[in-house]
């Protein structure tokens, strides 16, 4: 396949590198060029180059300058896949642009990060039409280990922001956890056995409570991205008639933070500002 990812980020990068691995022709392209195989400077020629266009971009923003870009090069010949994490109204205007244009759109956000990215087991949600996902799913093979069929275009932008909202809060929780038990002479040890034997034990809580404990914050999916997300969940429960105190809290709490100058910093970044020893 003829494949142009577009955002060289830590997932987008690493899954242009497993698609050429794969031994497809990977075209890529990056707002701050980056001196990478087969990049190109503009974005438009990026988009003529292939017809499968792969978006790894960092907000909404983002995603509508780089299509508005790559417009005159859309058309049914294309497929435009969208893996950045929007809020909803872009990718409806997304799906009703690539609708004008008679280009193929499928709503593909993911789940994991750097790691999973490497390895290719990323889980995505797709959603558009049923040929049009299952197309996506054969693209996908290379750069993921999952890959969950939504519905119509839009349900995968929502199920992505609704799980980041609990990964969020689920991190603020370890982290304020930690800081009362440490606070009390607990050893960050005993806390950590105490945690994992806990029913509320997760994938992820393994996963980021040793770096948590050793303040490692070392970037996998950065706080100013998880920030970022937690405003459009916000957005998405006030178009709803929602409100969501919890999320809403931790939202604060990243945006406090990423004025900090740890915006860069991973979303675990969150137990930066408590003690890690007794």
């Known amino acids: 396949m003829n494949i142009s990812v577009f955002g060289m980020g830590i997932i987008g990068s690493r899954c242009a590198d497993n698609w050429g691995n794969a031994g497809h022709r990977v075209i890529r392209w990056n707002r701050t060029p980056r001196d990478l195989p087969h990049e190109v400077a503009d974005a438009l020629e990026a988009a003529r180059q292939s017809d499968i266009l792969s978006l790894y971009l960092k907000d909404a923003a983002a995603v509508r300058s780089v299509v508005a870009a790559i417009t005159p090069a859309l058309g049914e010949r294309k497929m435009l896949l969208n893996h950045s994490t929007i809020d909803l109204e872009t990718t409806l205007w997304l799906d009703a642009h690539c609708r004008a244009l008679r ?8 789940t994991g ?13 797709l959603a558009g039409d049923d040929d049009d996902v299952q197309r996506a799913g054969e693209i996908l093979q290379a750069t993921a280990g999952n890959v969950i069929p ?33 606070g009390h002479g607990i050893s960050a040890e005993s806390f950590a056995n ?11 809580t393994r996963m980021k409570l040793p770096s948590m404990l050793a303040g490692n914050f070392e970037t996998h999916f950065s706080l100013d991205n998880m920030r970022k997300d937690s405003v459009y969940a916000l957005q998405l429960a ?13 939202s604060q709490r990243m945006t406090e933070l990423c004025a900090q100058d740890m915006a860069d910093l991973d979303y675990t970044a969150l137990a930066a500002p408590y003690p890690r020893e007794a």
């Open 103 to 110: 280009c193929r759109f499928v709503d593909a956000p993911f």
């Open 238 to 250: 006030e178009s709803c008639g929602l409100s969501l105190p919890a999320m809403a809290a931790v």
């Open 194 to 204: 105490a945690i994992l034997a806990h029913g509320t034990a997760s994938m992820l």
């Open 113 to 125: 990060s750097k790691i999973a990215a490497a390895e290719g087991k990323l889980t995505y949600y």
């Open 150 to 182: 939504m519905g119509k275009a839009g349900n995968a932008t929502v199920i992505k922001l609704a799980t980041n909202l609990i990964a969020a809060c689920l991190v603020e929780a370890l982290a304020e956890a930690q800081a009362i038990s440490i």
